[in-house]
């Protein structure tokens, strides 16, 4: 790990491409990059930062910053007095608003989607009060079932105006990323949580027994103009993902 570390950083450094002068900044890519080419695997542990201060010859300050945001990510968890490790489960910040792709990706992970609806229709009454549209208006459908390599993670139902995207076959793994190509990604959002028992279809889907523990999760995009651009309900594995927040006193 620390060879393949090493390599990896030095290369960003040397790599003229990159404009990156802060040194956390570079050594964070470079922990990113190695651990989606898998030279680390989950569960296994870090360098100690002294381990690394001397080996890419920098402060500990600079390892402490680069591993905090890291940790900030999901990608990695400290334990008190055992060190840092590369997340096993899925951990997701409810502090960024990132899509379910973007997680994956950073983790180095395939995502991939199942379609089971991807089509235009008119509203109903629950999506015109959720996304605060008239009556009649069009809305685009997507209902899918979201993969780890070959491993169903959840369950997704996303409804979006059809005056922000006009083609559901533009979405093909992230709907965030086919928003961002009309300038209609969403820059904050609301979340209510509920922890919730799987049903018979929904374990089926998620290769989980019936009854196991799952996550609900309904999410309203907001663009900076205040429209609701995205409306999703989505139903996660219990046994894979946690969801963290950061919370501070006034």
């Known amino acids: 790990m620390e060879t393949a570390l090493a390599n990896e950083y030095r290369r960003l450094c040397d790599d003229s491409a990159i404009h990156q002068p802060l040194a956390y900044l570079r050594l964070r890519r470079a922990i990113r990059n190695v651990i989606e080419h898998r030279d680390i695997e989950p569960g296994q542990t870090l360098p100690s930062e002294r381990d690394l201060s001397r080996v890419l010859n920098l402060s500990r300050v600079t390892i402490r910053k680069a591993i905090a945001g890291l940790v900030e990510e999901g990608l990695l968890t400290q334990r008190h007095g055992a060190g840092t490790f590369v997340a096993e489960r899925i951990v997701k910040p409810m502090s960024r608003l990132?899509?379910?792709?973007?997680?994956?990706?950073?983790?180095?992970?395939?995502?991939?989607?199942?379609?089971?609806?991807?089509?235009?229709?008119?509203v109903t009454p629950e999506e015109s009060m959720a996304l605060n549209l008239s009556p009649?208006?069009?809305?685009?459908?997507?209902?899918?079932?979201?993969?780890?390599?070959?491993?169903?993670?959840?369950?997704?139902?996303?409804?979006?105006?059809?005056?922000?995207?006009?083609?559901?076959?533009l979405v093909h793994d992230s709907l965030y990323e086919a928003l961002e190509k009309f300038g209609c990604r969403p820059r904050r959002a609301l979340q209510r949580l509920r922890a919730v028992s799987l049903g018979a279809q929904q374990a089926r889907l998620l290769h989980v027994a019936t009854g196991s523990a799952g996550l609900n999760i309904e999410r309203r995009g907001f663009l900076d103009d205040g429209r609701v651009v995205?409306?999703?309900?989505?139903?996660?594995r219990g046994d894979i993902y946690d969801f963290v927040a950061e919370l501070q006193t006034d």
Not at 107 to 120: A, V
Not at 230 to 236: A, C, G, I, Q, R
């Open 98 to 122: 990132t899509s379910f792709t973007e997680d994956l990706r950073a983790r180095g992970l395939h995502p991939r989607s199942e379609f089971s609806e991807r089509g235009i229709g008119e």
């Open 136 to 169: 009649g208006s069009l809305v685009v459908r997507l209902h899918r079932v979201r993969y780890a390599e070959d491993e169903p993670l959840a369950i997704e139902r996303s409804v979006v105006p059809a005056s922000v995207l006009p083609d559901p076959m």
């Open 230 to 236: 995205e409306f999703t309900s989505s139903w996660y």
